[in-house]
């Protein structure tokens, strides 16, 4: 191939035309014919001729284009002065329509006020006016549940009436209200007489049936005060008679099946148990009818309001009150006839139990609370005379103490009616903040005789340590009895007081008798007379002397034909024979009276008193001897033992 070609045939297939170059090259192709010299040549006129063409059709369309915009025109413009005719008569028909318009909604706003106003009129007589049927249920013979009904509509319309007078209808307000009163006073007297015809029918029964409306006109008369407490009082007056009847006829004949109460008069604690019962019983039962017919919920007794709760208790303690005048007069009976302290203080307990249980029906400082306290109070003052003379009695005659000086039987039987009485106070309902005020005088009734008749016949012995040893058991006794209950822990410290004197008493006694028999006594009181002079100058304290009463000292605590005690290097004791048991019998007989101690640890703390007693004046009259200013030559070498064999000693004979 001819390589210029080649290289023209490789351009061309090289190049690349866009979209435009390709479109204006198809439109050419439509009027250029052959590709030669003179159509080459002739390209350029063609193109433009081919342009002229053109554009000369296109005016064409333009010129037909704007014939057919004239006509448009003319076609808009007589529109618009069709729509300007168009206009002008709606103009006129609106101004026409619009007044009818308004006379209309004139109308018929006039309409619809003069409906509201007679809808008004019509709620203003329904809610302030009784209806014929309303007025007819007011007038009937029965009261039924429509008489409350319409009682009730005519206080809600006096009520309203009231809101009539803060506007300006107050004439209005004040007709219908004077109205409202007048049928209101006219039902509720009818209503009044009606509930005294249904009081007088609770006399035919201790448990009496409430009839359905007699409840809905008692909580009805609540409006009128007065009204309400006439009806209560005739609910009490012939409640009380029929109560009062009831008790008497279960004192005499009895009731229920149950035998009369006056046949366990031989008992008093039953005879007096059972009349509290009934009481009791009946308090519960009139309790719960006074609530239900005057409470106006099923709510806890009296818990609907202070002026409900008031009314209730006040009738209750009416029906009561009539009952409590045939009990006053069988407790005196029973109170005159007994004089056992016990069998008293359980009368007392029994009517404090049903007074507190009671009160809580009854309410507090009511005619019943104010009965049962007056009950309590006249028991409970034969029951302190009894006890008063009972301690008196005692006093009187103290019983002789026993030789072997233990408390004697009258102290025992005293012990325990206090030891019975003591379990019946703390068995008892008293509050915990009451119990201490409410047992210190039964206490002191109980317990200040005892100790002044165990003092008085304590007198009757001449020895000091035998009638502290006596009041020591007589006051233990008594101590330990009241320590088993509380609110006595002021008696209990006094005791303590007393045996604590007493044991102090016995133990110097005791002490003083030993060392006045080893005539150390005598040497002590030489040196605790003379502190600031030289004691081996002083008359009867010579070393002679001494060695006499430190020989007589040892020779007490050691008998010599049992026992054979000799000091050792070591400083203690060393025995030849067995410890003899019969030398506290033989040298410290003075100390068998302790035996008689009832009590074990106030024995043995008497024992170990004089034991460190007689050894601290030991030590006393030992130091007081070895001390160089006294002037005794080898003062040691005058004691056979040291101070701790010494107090070995006594330990071992004392103790």
């Not at 729509?83 to 609106?94: A, D, P, V, Y």
């Not at 007078?165 to 007709?175: I, M, N, V, Y």
């Not at 020989?551 to 004791?573: A, C, I, K, N, W």
Request: hydrophobic letters at 35%.
């Amino acid at each position: 191939m001819n390589p210029t070609l080649s290289r023209r045939l490789t351009k061309i297939l090289e190049t690349r035309y866009d979209k435009e170059h390709l479109l204006a090259i198809e439109n050419l192709s439509t009027f250029y014919g052959e590709n030669n010299l003179e159509a080459r040549r002739n390209l350029r006129g063609q193109i433009e001729k081919k342009s002229i063409e053109t554009n000369q059709s296109f005016l064409q369309v333009l010129l037909q284009v704007q014939k057919h915009l004239d006509e448009v025109e003319e076609n808009v413009n007589q529109m618009k002065h069709c729509c300007t005719e168009m206009n002008s008569k709606l103009n006129t028909t609106r101004d026409l329509s619009g007044r009818l318009l308004q006379q209309a909604e004139q109308l018929n706003q006039q309409r619809k006020k003069n409906e509201i106003q007679q809808e008004i009129a019509i709620q203003f007589l329904k809610r302030f006016q009784l209806s014929e049927e309303e007025e007819e249920s007011l007038k009937k013979v029965e009261v039924d549940a429509d008489f409350f009904k319409v009682l009730d509509r005519v206080s809600q319309i006096h009520n309203d009436c009231k809101l009539l007078l803060r506007t300006q209808h107050q004439k209005a307000g004040l007709e219908m209200m004077d109205m409202m009163i007048m049928i209101q006073e006219t039902a509720y007297g009818k209503l009044y007489k009606w509930v005294r015809g249904e009081c007088n029918r609770f006399q035919d029964s201790l448990t009496p049936d409430i009839p359905p409306m007699l409840k809905d006109a008692i909580q009805a008369l609540k409006d009128r005060p007065g009204l309400l407490n006439h009806c209560l009082d005739s609910i009490a007056t012939s409640r009380s008679k029929t109560i009062v009847h009831g008790f008497l006829q279960a004192l005499t004949v009895g009731q229920g099946g149950s035998r009369a109460i006056e046949l366990f008069a031989h008992d008093p604690l039953r005879y007096v148990g059972d009349m509290l019962a009934w009481i009791h019983q009946s308090t519960a039962s009139e309790a719960e009818f006074i609530h239900s017919l005057v409470s106006s919920s099923s709510s806890s007794q009296f818990s609907d309001g202070k002026s409900t709760q008031h009314d209730a208790r006040r009738v209750l303690n009416s029906i009561l009150e009539g009952v409590f005048r045939p009990f006053r007069v069988r407790l005196s009976q029973v109170l005159s006839d007994l004089p056992n302290s016990v069998l008293l203080f359980k009368l007392s307990n029994l009517l404090d139990f049903y007074s507190r249980t009671i009160v809580k029906l009854t309410g507090e400082k009511e005619t019943v609370s104010s009965a049962l306290l007056e009950c309590k109070t006249e028991t409970l003052k034969v029951f302190y005379s009894s006890l008063k003379d009972y301690g008196e009695k005692l006093q009187r005659n103290p019983p002789p103490p026993p030789s072997t000086l233990v408390p004697p039987h009258q102290f025992y039987e005293a012990i325990n009616q206090m030891s019975e009485i003591s379990q019946l106070f703390e068995s008892s309902l008293i509050p915990s903040n009451e119990r201490e005020a409410e047992f210190k005088p039964i206490l002191s009734l109980m317990v200040d005789p005892l100790i002044n008749t165990c003092t008085l016949s304590a007198t009757r012995l001449v020895n000091h340590s035998d009638m502290a040893i006596y009041l020591i058991n007589c006051f233990q006794i008594i101590q330990s009895t009241l320590s088993q209950f509380e609110n006595a822990s002021s008696k209990i410290e006094m005791l303590n007081v007393d045996i604590e004197a007493h044991l102090n008493t016995l133990v110097e006694e005791q002490a003083s008798t030993i060392l006045f028999r080893s005539a150390l006594a005598h040497k002590i009181s030489l040196i605790q007379s003379h502190p600031k002079e030289t004691l081996s100058k002083i008359v009867g304290m010579d070393v002679e002397s001494i060695v006499q009463s430190i020989r007589m000292f040892e020779s007490v605590l050691l008998d010599q034909t049992m026992m054979d005690y000799h000091p050792t290097s070591t400083g203690g004791l060393r025995t030849s024979g067995s410890t003899s048991t019969s030398s506290f019998s033989t040298v410290f007989e003075t100390l068998n009276q302790l035996e008689k101690i009832l009590s074990r640890p106030i024995r043995v703390s008497i024992l170990e008193n004089i034991s460190s007693m007689i050894y601290q004046n030991y030590i006393f009259f030992y130091d007081a001897i070895i001390l160089s200013s006294n002037e005794y030559p080898n003062p040691y070498q005058l004691f056979n033992y040291k101070p701790n064999q010494i107090k070995q000693l006594l330990d071992n004979n004392i103790l």
